[in-house]
């Protein structure tokens, strides 16, 4: 784990933004193909993984939009149907 060293005696404030954990994202992204109703996942990471997973989920005619949101970046997901189950 990392360190942080805090010199000078002051207090600290603010945030430190954390990004989303890309195992638990890649389990969310497949559990989308089993709803017909849409999947709003939040605080995305962009990861080659993550975007890899999106384009073959594309494939089988999920719709899969990246965008930032008000707390970071998010991608919707629509099953609403499925034109393919072969993996390229």
């Known amino acids: 784990m990392d360190r942080i060293a805090i ?4 207090r600290l404030h603010g945030t430190i ?3 989303g954990a890309k195992n638990s994202a890649i389990k969310l992204m497949a559990a989308s193909i089993l709803t017909d109703q849409k999947l709003l996942l939040t605080n995305m990471p962009r990861l080659a993984d993550t975007k890899f997973l999106g384009r073959l989920l ?3 005619g999920i719709a899969v939009d990246e965008r930032d949101g ?7 997901f629509d099953a609403k149907e499925i034109k393919s189950t072969f993996a390229p």
């Not at 010199?7 to 002051?10: A, D, I, S």
């Not at 008000?70 to 919707?76: A, K, M, N, P, V």
């Open 7 to 10: 010199v000078g005696g002051e």
């Open 58 to 60: 594309q494939q089988f």
């Open 17 to 19: 933004p954390i990004s």
């Open 70 to 76: 008000h707390d970071g970046q998010e991608t919707l």
